[in-house]
């Protein structure tokens, strides 16, 4: 059974910086996209960053160029969200998603989010 297990959400202050991770299991980690998406209250979710399987393509939400990275390690199952320069606006329910197409049928798996909260 696909699992997705976010970690590393906590309270931070304007300006700090937080590092999420994302622990896959159950499906083969490397062969699918990796993407991070959050939810503020109130809002839709939005895509966050978005990393190809091998890591040698990436992209942002123009909201995050610049400040957030994307990165993942196919070895050890795990995806990451390095978050510098956090502001209010940036706190929202964070969720790694990951997503594989085959034959035309399209694969997507959530985890159950991680909340940020960025305050002073």
């Known amino acids: 059974q696909a699992q997705l297990v976010e970690s590393g959400g906590r309270l931070v202050q304007p300006g700090g910086s937080l590092r999420l991770a994302c622990a896959g299991s159950?499906?083969?980690?490397?062969?699918?996209?990796m993407s991070w998406y959050r939810q503020a209250p109130g809002k839709e979710r939005e895509l966050v960053a978005e990393?190809?399987?091998?890591?040698?393509?990436?992209n942002y939400a123009d909201s995050v160029k610049g400040r957030f990275t994307i990165s993942r390690d196919n070895a050890k199952n795990m995806v990451y969200l390095q978050m510098n320069s956090l502001q209010p606006e940036d706190t929202a329910v964070y969720y790694c998603?990951?997503?594989?197409?085959?034959?035309?049928?399209?694969?997507?798996?959530w985890g159950q989010g991680t909340q940020v909260t960025c305050s002073s």
């Open positions: 998603k990951a997503s594989y197409i085959s034959l035309g049928v399209r694969y997507d798996y």
């Open positions: 159950g499906f083969t980690f490397s062969r699918y996209g």
């Open positions: 990393i190809s399987t091998t890591g040698g393509s990436t």
